[in-house]
């Protein structure tokens, strides 16, 4: 994928036909190491193809792929508690949301932009 990543970023960049150097520079300066055998068969199979057709192509196809499908319904509310019941019930909900606050607190130790 860094190898298609760096010479997709070329092609924006208007290098119709980026070729191995120009691709292991791209990879070089943001620190990473560039495969060759991978490099090789990337440049081999793009050779002297459009990427603007290739995406178009590869977007039809994805198109035709389930993405998802249909989830069960929510569950159903509770009903409604009748005569002194209520102030009870109004002493709960503080409770839920506190212990609804714990779980999301156990992160398991990292955050999402740790």
Partial sequence: MKH???????GLGGN????????KGVLES?????????LEKLIGELKGKDLQELIAE?????ASVPSGGAGGGGGGAAPAAA????????EEK????E??????????????FD
């Fill in 16 to 23: 119709t036909e980026p070729s191995a150097e120009d691709i």
């Fill in 30 to 38: 943001v620190g990473i190491d560039a495969d060759e055998d991978r």
């Fill in 83 to 90: 005569g002194g019941a209520a102030p009870a019930a109004e």
């Fill in 94 to 97: 503080p409770a839920e949301k």
């Fill in 99 to 112: 212990e609804e606050k714990e779980e999301s607190d156990e992160d398991m130790g990292f955050g999402l």
């Fill in 4 to 10: 298609l990543a760096a010479y997709l970023l070329l």
């Fill in 58 to 62: 590869g977007s039809s196809k994805l």
